[in-house]
């Protein structure tokens, strides 16, 4: 069931003063929004936000800086499809005197519905504005589990972690299997030489890295782990929702956190799938060559990059 997002159009949000992105020509469903500090990165990321947690029913105040500076309203517009049906959804901001409020505009096909809408925003779109190394952050695909979801505003399932420990409620246990099964699945068409594995030691649960070297076999705690292999570990489960679930996955600074070759690889696995999107920023350019800058670069300062 192929649900896209083929354009955004912003206006007035963080330093975005207008830009608009149209991914409906990438064939690949991998794009990089490219940009130096203060370019608006953050403010792409926190527009996708500000509709996913519209459709939820959440507030926006604690998302900063919303509006730009000195206006009073602004909006983020979303096009798109599913399976054959078009859709278009204005969400407008504004300033009150009780903090910020915000209405929505909607276009739907005749065969798509309201309900339909509303659901597929809020559960098929992942927004990723910030990954702490200190939870773990899951994305169950159990329907059981999935409701949780409509609990957070993110998409995601934040499961706190003590050095390597994890501490989670009994019921949770299934998601980190299913968390393990995903991961490791999506490690071996990445990276074949990790893998990672949940191990019950004498303080608990705890999450062990496995790789494969010049010099063997070696196994280390999650907290014990570089930064970025942290990072790579905490993103697993919800880039494998891509393919399994068709997700569209927004992450903000994915091209600045992970090294060149990981990236690349992750561009290339996605790039060969239709059912999902992953959409990242990033403030260096990805010098991958199977990237391309669009023709014309969007407003704000960003660069829209697609696959060629």
Known sequence: ??????????????????????????????????????TG??????????????????????????????????????SGSYEGQDWRVSVTIEKVDYGITSHQEVSLSDGLSMEQLVQLVTQRIIVLPHISTDVLHLSPLSETFSRLLNQTSDNTLAIEMI????????????????????????????????????????????LVVNTIGPLGESSQLYDAESTGTKYLVNLLST????????RIVFIDDLGSRLGPDWLDKIIDYFSEDKRGQLIFTSYRPIESPIVSPTENPTSGGLLQLSLE
């Open 1 to 38: 069931m192929t649900f896209k997002i083929n354009s955004v159009e912003i206006d007035h949000i963080g330093v975005l003063d207008q830009a608009s992105f149209d991914f409906s020509e990438d064939p690949s469903g991998v794009v990089s929004i490219y940009g130096s500090n203060r």
């Open 41 to 78: 990165k953050t403010s792409f990321i926190t527009a996708i936000q500000a509709v996913v947690r519209h459709f939820k029913g959440e507030k926006l105040d604690d998302l900063t800086p919303l509006l730009s500076e000195g206006v009073e309203n602004g909006s983020v517009v979303l």
């Open 163 to 206: 050095g390597s420990t994890l501490i989670f409620p009994n019921n949770f246990l299934a998601i980190l299997t299913e968390f393990e099964n995903l991961a490791n699945d999506l490690l071996e068409e990445l990276i074949p030489d990790m893998s990672i594995q949940l191990v019950y030691g004498h303080r608990g649960m705890q």
């Open 239 to 246: 880039l494998a929702t891509i393919k399994t679930e068709g």
